[in-house]
């Protein structure tokens, strides 16, 4: 450091001695600016930065039995892990090894977990970066940083002596979409081009195999050359958990927490109906929050069914329904919602709560007794009378709606597109492109009509036991499904 300041002093004082005698110094800045301009090329090897965000693990301490649920991919997994583990033979079998595995699904499923479970299970080196990481404006420098990423996880193997490395990329989409989409400049497509090329070249490196896993949530914006064979050989799908599933995330999620004895987290789980692995994740800890907030040295079941409302809908607002007459059309509106779902589908009602909740200001949690992955026509058409039943409501006992169901009809008007598009309609099976937009909505508005006078049908006579149900709810503000229930057994006792 020294050395260098006497330099620069000696510079700048040659320097000033040679204007102070009228020399023309306009040469040595030149000079001086490109030596300095070549230090950077040399040291930077380009001046635009060509690195990307990686992480790189050499030793993963992460398993597959680290990862709640998911056991259809997990065992597709390890299977397609068995040809990088078990190379030897593969080769000797004269078959291909694999190059990549795609893993497509909703966020917050675990196909980052999965892929790092991956590299433990195959003892590999293990890079992780995104899609985003590779996007540039200055042509070249994408695909240049696909070279850089291929070339890294091979020489890390090799610095510590093992043929095997795993590259993570998420979000490819980003990364691998369709070519030609990006007219305005092709760095996109040419970063595509450099990452097919490298897939197609990872067999040439003998001594390092080399296996890229993806993920992404958004399969149908790939381009038709990446997921071709001899590309992502594997594409798992990483769906939604199930009942057991979540039961086993939950179970995961909790094991550092402590929890009171009288939990059910088999409850929980059956009230979590389309959560993700990040989504149970979520409750455990908003439920730990909570029995702190409330200092309890245990995690009671009251703290996990309310960290699953939080998780819905947000935070509580006590401000949002103070209005007395607010409350009371909130708490009809809401009745009218449970008391239609269970009269179609007994049961399925978990909790009927008028606690405002970030934009909702009252809310029914339903519990399927059969987790559905396919609908008939009269499954939805149940699941829309279901919403439109708030409404009508208050339009029953209050001779008017409101603009609190603004959000229902929407979700009723999708089921009802749902209908027609799935060729569930009067029209039979459709091309929406070929169908006139008038006729689309004109075929809506009949299914919806039609369901709304049923679901007024129903509601017609109820009124002692939606009052009921109201006057409950105005004093506890909360009904658990089993209370519910109650109240409409004793109320049909009393009318026979």
């Known amino acids: 450091m020294r050395k260098m300041e006497i330099g620069m002093g000696l510079l700048f004082g040659s320097l000033s001695y040679l204007i102070y005698i009228g020399y023309d110094i306009t040469p040595f800045i030149i000079l001086a600016f490109l030596l300095y301009l070549l230090y950077v090329i040399s040291r930077k ?256 079941q009251v703290h996990l069914r309310e960290a699953v409302d939080k998780v819905i809908l947000g935070e509580k607002l006590s401000d949002r329904a103070k209005n007395a007459q607010t409350l009371h059309r909130v708490s009809i509106h809401e009745a009218g919602h449970a008391l239609m779902s269970e009269i179609l589908t007994p049961g399925s009602v978990d909790q009927i709560t008028v606690t405002s909740r970030g934009n909702a200001l009252g809310y029914v949690r339903h519990t399927p007794k059969e987790e559905q992955t396919l609908y008939t026509k009269s499954d939805l058409e149940r699941e829309i009378m279901i919403l439109l039943a708030g409404a009508l409501s208050e339009e029953l006992f209050l001779l008017e709606r409101s603009t609190g169901a603004a959000n229902d009809f929407q979700k009723a008007m999708e089921l009802t597109q749902r209908i027609v598009s799935c060729g569930l309609s009067r029209l039979g099976v459709i091309s929406l492109e070929l169908l006139p937009e008038q006729e689309f909505y004109q075929v809506c508005q009949e299914i919806i009509k039609e369901l709304e006078a049923k679901t007024r049908e129903i509601l017609q006579g109820k009124n002692v036991l939606i009052s009921k149900v109201v006057d409950v709810l105005k004093k506890k503000e909360k009904i658990s499904g089993i209370e519910f229930r109650e109240i409409l057994s004793a109320h049909k006792e009393m009318s026979a």
């Open 45 to 300: 090897k380009g001046l635009i930065n060509i690195t990307t965000a990686q992480k790189t693990v050499e030793n993963i301490k992460f398993s597959f039995d680290d990862i709640g649920g998911l056991e259809t991919p997990k065992q597709e997994l390890k299977e397609a892990l068995e040809f990088l583990i078990k190379s030897n033979v593969v080769n000797k079998m004269g078959i291909r090894p694999i190059k990549g595995i795609l893993l497509t699904g909703p966020p917050g499923t675990g196909k980052t977990l999965l892929a790092k479970a991956a590299a433990g299970y195959s003892d590999a080196v293990f890079i992780a970066t995104s899609g985003s990481e590779f996007i540039e404006m200055y042509a070249g420098v994408g695909a240049q940083r696909i070279r850089n990423l291929f070339q890294k996880a091979r020489e890390t193997a090799r610095n510590s002596k093992k043929h095997r490395a795993i590259i993570f990329i998420d979000e490819i989409e980003v990364l691998g979409g369709k070519r030609g989409n990006n007219t305005s400049h092709l760095e996109y497509d040419q970063t595509l081009n450099q990452l097919l090329v490298e897939m197609d070249g990872m067999n040439t490196q003998t001594d390092v195999q080399v296996l890229l896993i993806a993920a992404t949530n958004r399969p149908d914006l790939l381009d038709s050359a990446i997921l071709r064979p001899g590309r992502f050989d594997r594409q798992v799908k990483v769906d939604l958990p199930d009942k057991d599933s979540r039961l086993s995330i939950l179970q995961l999620h909790c094991q550092n927490k402590p929890l009171d004895k009288e939990v059910n987290l088999e409850e929980i789980a059956s009230s979590t109906y389309g959560f993700s692995g990040a989504h149970l994740e979520n409750v455990a800890n908003e439920a730990a929050i909570l029995a702190l907030r409330e200092k309890s040295r245990l995690i009671k």
